[in-house]
Nanobody
């Protein structure tokens, strides 16, 4: 069964850090790009970051550049999103999803969405 499971969310103070994990099963992670997305209450789901499969090229939304880092550890079937210097604006449910090989900004091109992990940024 193809599945992506997010974890690592929680409550963090502004300026703090969290590392999210996206655990893959049921498919060969080597052949897929993985994207991280987030959705805050009342807002549309938006792309945060993506890492391609072949060359490991990474992409970031302007709002997170320099603070978030995406990485993949195919041997562990896991993709990570390290989030530093978090702001209240980062609070959302974070999702991961996959698509073959390369990243794209179109959310509709991703599938196998996980159930999400909640990130709350508050003092």
């Amino acid at each position: 069964q193809v599945q992506l499971v997010e974890s690592g969310g929680g409550l963090v103070q502004p300026g703090g850090s969290l590392r999210l994990s996206c655990a893959a099963s049921g498919f060969n992670l080597d052949h897929y790009a993985i994207g991280w997305f987030r959705q805050a209450p009342g807002k549309e789901r938006e792309g945060v970051s993506c890492i391609s499969s072949s060359d490991g090229r990474t992409y970031y939304a302007d709002s997170v550049k320099g603070r978030f880092t995406i990485s993949r550890f195919n041997a562990k079937n896991t993709v990570y999103l390290q989030m530093n210097r978090l702001t209240p604006g980062a609070a959302a449910v974070y999702y991961c999803a996959k698509r073959p090989f390369t990243c794209t900004t179109n959310l509709l091109n991703f599938d196998s969405w996980g159930q999400g992990t909640q990130v709350t940024v508050s003092s």
